[in-house]
């Protein structure tokens, strides 16, 4: 279970007893037996509003109205008190910190020649608490691993938004590139295209999230170039992204799998009938390429 340290340390102290002291009154009036700071996803800061905590089934409103001063200090922290050098990071509209917890940001967006170089007047802090669950994937293991050919089948993880695809992919990848000696399966060389930094969480170069030995991650960058640049230079056995769905994912796919690499992806979606209306997915699928479908 990761610190909440991590997260707390960024924000002032005023707002971290307010958080604390609301999560410990909700759990002591709902008579719950469980620490409810170990169930929080996300910390809602906006400028001149109330802070909202939100958990799986629930939220809490904290009656606070956070000042554009006390956004810019946050951000400050995030930053390692420099914004300029974070300023790639917050073009992409969130910022990764140790642990894994990524912090989305919004504010007034500064375009040129279409592409954002600037975010100024930062409205809104998301903080998204990185939690791993070790062994989640373990019902879906005999899906996606092949044990006859000592290999994995290219899989497609589908489910709606917030239902733990990526959770499951990471537990994937670790299993994989791990190896699981119980039932004699060898470790691959797996290699994740992060380009949201939510599978692999990378902070300063390392991993914040178990994705296993064996694994080699490349972030910030699209999954297109991305995974052409792990075959190319990484050799792997395996290659996993997250939310595939364009036609130059597809395209890329292709690539990699005419090359004997092997996949494991997600995508958003209910059911078989509604990914197919993907016409880019719909091919891979009639093609035979992708050999596992699961549903979460």
């Known amino acids: 279970m990761k610190d909440f340290s ?7 102290n005023n707002i971290a007893n307010l958080i604390s002291n609301s999560v410990d009154n909700t759990n002591s009036n709902s008579n719950l037996n469980c620490n409810l700071l170990l169930e929080l996803q996300e910390i809602r800061i906006r400028s001149n509003r109330p802070i ?6 629930f939220e809490i409103v904290i009656e606070y109205n956070v000042s554009e001063k006390e956004i810019i200090s946050i951000l400050e922290k995030l930053c390692n008190n420099s914004i300029y050098a974070y300023k790639n990071q917050i073009c992409e509209g969130f910022i990764t910190v140790k642990g894994g917890h990524r912090v989305g940001i919004t504010g007034n967006c500064i375009i040129e020649n279409g592409k954002i170089i600037n975010v100024k007047y930062i409205s809104s802090l998301n903080f998204r608490i990185a939690r791993e669950v070790i062994g989640c994937s373990f019902n879906i293991l005999d899906k996606v691993i092949d044990i006859k050919n000592n290999s994995i089948n290219n899989t497609l993880i589908v489910s709606e938004p917030g239902k733990g695809k990526t959770t499951i992919l990471r537990d994937l990848i670790r299993n994989i590139s791990n190896g699981i000696k119980e039932i004699g399966f060898t470790g691959k060389t797996c290699a994740v295209v992060d380009e949201r930094g939510e599978i692999a969480a990378m902070y300063q170069g390392i991993p914040q999230n178990d994705v296993g030995i064996r694994t080699d991650v490349i972030e910030n960058v699209s999954k297109t170039i991305g995974m052409k640049m792990l075959l190319r230079s990484m050799a792997p056995e ?5 939310e595939i769905g364009s036609k130059e994912d597809i395209d890329a796919i292709k690539e990699i799998l005419i090359c004997g690499v092997k996949g494991i992806f997600t995508m958003h979606g209910k059911s078989l009938e509604e990914i197919k209306l993907n016409k880019n997915i719909n091919e891979l699928i009639e093609n035979k390429q992708i050999e596992r479908i699961i549903f979460l």
């Open 6 to 12: 991590e997260v707390f340390n960024y924000l002032p």
């Open 238 to 242: 395996v290659i996993a992204c997250d």
């Open 52 to 57: 909202i905590l939100k958990f799986r089934n």
